[in-house]
């Protein structure tokens, strides 16, 4: 079974522009979380969605936003970027039950803004 | 919201050798608590997990311990080996919250030969 795929894995924009990221999560997998990890802040979550529904929100600005597609793919979208978005993202996949707790991690993209 | 402290920050220990990483958390409506390798270049990957309505979870070398009551947990790692040097990232949830993870701030674990 494929794992979970983050495209692209490397990304630099200037400050201002915005970004799209992209994440496939495990086939049969409905729910897809996005965390942001950063030297200062360590691993943070962002927000989750299943089903098409944003489930849960963290403590971030809303230039950070995301979307969830039929097939579970999401991706997540930066607008106004700033020196500080600099970081790795995070996608987690989880089979999305009431109670199930398991996630599964991509690799990330790694996102740096000049 | 949930807080969670992890300690130590960095940890070395000689192969062979044990090593227990120590997590506390905030929410005592925190119902689950996974421990996340994460090697450079790598997303985090789990190696174990545990709910709070058990108290200890073994897996070959790697064991959890929760203690509710004082609202922490640990990590421990035994026999080990230079591959398990690596970051090690404790976590919890809220019930209701089901995926929402608040992570610790991460111990590097270095396995010396």
């Known amino acids: 079974k494929a794992g979970v795929t983050q495209t692209p894995r490397y990304l630099i924009k200037t400050r201002g522009q915005q970004v799209t990221l992209s994440c496939s999560p495990i086939s049969g997998h409905r729910s897809v979380s996005w965390y942001q990890q950063t030297p200062g802040q360590g691993l943070q979550f962002l927000f989750e969605y299943f089903s098409e529904t944003q489930r849960n929100k963290g403590n971030f600005p809303g230039r950070f936003s995301g979307r969830q597609f039929s097939n579970s793919r999401s991706e997540m979208n930066v607008s106004t970027l700033e020196l500080g978005d600099s970081a790795l993202y995070l996608c987690?996949?989880?089979?999305?039950?009431?109670?199930?707790?398991?996630?599964?991690f991509g690799a990330g993209t790694r996102l740096s803004v000049l | 919201g949930e807080n969670v402290e992890q300690h130590p920050s960095t940890l070395s220990v000689q192969e062979g050798d044990s090593a227990v990483i120590k997590c506390t958390y905030s929410d005592s409506a925190s119902n689950y608590f996974p421990w996340y390798k994460q090697e450079l270049g790598k997303g985090p990957q789990l190696i174990i997990d545990?709910?709070?309505?058990?108290g200890e979870k073994k897996d070959q070398r790697i064991a959890v311990t929760l203690n509710k009551t004082a609202k922490h947990f640990s990590l421990h790692i035994t026999e080990t080996q230079p591959e398990d040097s690596a970051v090690y990232f404790c976590a919890a949830t809220l019930s209701g919250s089901a995926r929402q993870l608040t992570f610790g701030s991460g111990t590097q674990l270095t396995v010396l030969p």
């Open positions: 545990i709910r709070s309505n058990v």
């Open positions: 987690a996949s989880s089979s999305g039950g009431a109670t199930e707790n398991i996630q599964y």
